[in-house]
């Protein structure tokens, strides 16, 4: 069973910086696509940003000249820089990967547990 740990949440001023992380533990034969989610208080959970293992990047629109989503395959961790940070930043900020199943082809979708961003204005 791979887990997903992620760090690096806190409470920033606007305009702010901060540096999430998500590293994958457990018995790993394959990552392929990562990312990182949000979901505010009282609205749904919204994609923000995803790499691919050839470290192709795509952004949300709400987010694209801001954050930086990066990894590191060899530490099996996701990354991302959230710079110029906005109130409307403000939420709970999951990683997600596909992650191999042992001994087959198939993947499925891991997700971290969550780390709390706080943006004040």
């Known amino acids: 069973q791979v887990q997903l740990v992620e760090s690096g949440g806190g409470l920033v001023q606007a305009g702010g910086s901060l540096r999430l992380s998500c590293a994958a533990t457990?018995?790993?034969?394959?990552?392929?696509?990562m990312g990182w989610y949000r979901q505010a208080p009282g609205k749904q959970r919204g994609w923000v940003a995803a790499?691919?293992?050839?470290?192709?990047?795509n952004y949300a629109d709400s987010v694209k000249g801001r954050f930086t989503i990066s990894r590191d395959n060899a530490k099996n961790t996701v990354y991302l820089q959230m710079n110029s940070l906005k109130p409307e930043d403000t939420a709970v900020y999951y990683c997600n990967a596909d992650v191999r199943r042992p001994y087959t082809s198939t993947y499925y979708q891991a997700w971290g547990q969550g780390t709390q961003v706080t943006v004040s204005s």
């Open positions: 790499i691919t293992s050839g470290a192709s990047t």
């Open positions: 457990g018995s790993i034969f394959g990552i392929r696509d």
